[in-house]
């Protein structure tokens, strides 16, 4: 057996751009599938809100 895994944690979910209907319909979306326990589909929409491309929004890793 290896040494220890060393994990960070998760990083927090992205912020919607304001006035970003794409990047709300995903805020609702990740909503509905943490109600309904589907992380995997939360995790989806988070990629896509921190993906989408906005003029002079720098992405945050």
């Given at each position: 057996?290896?040494?220890?895994?060393?994990?960070?944690?998760?990083?927090?979910?992205?912020?919607?751009a304001p006035?970003c209907?794409?990047?709300?319909e995903?805020?609702?979306?990740?909503?509905?599938?943490?109600g309904?326990?589907?992380?995997?589909?939360?995790?989806?929409?988070?990629?896509?809100?921190?993906?989408?491309p906005?003029?002079?929004?720098?992405?945050?890793?």
């Amino acid at each position: 057996m290896g040494g220890p895994v060393h994990l960070r944690l998760p990083h927090a979910p992205p912020k919607p751009a304001p006035g970003c209907a794409v990047c709300a319909e995903m805020a609702v979306r990740r909503r509905a599938a943490r109600g309904r326990g589907d992380f995997s589909a939360a995790t989806d929409a988070d990629v896509e809100i921190r993906h989408h491309p906005h003029p002079g929004r720098t992405r945050r890793h």
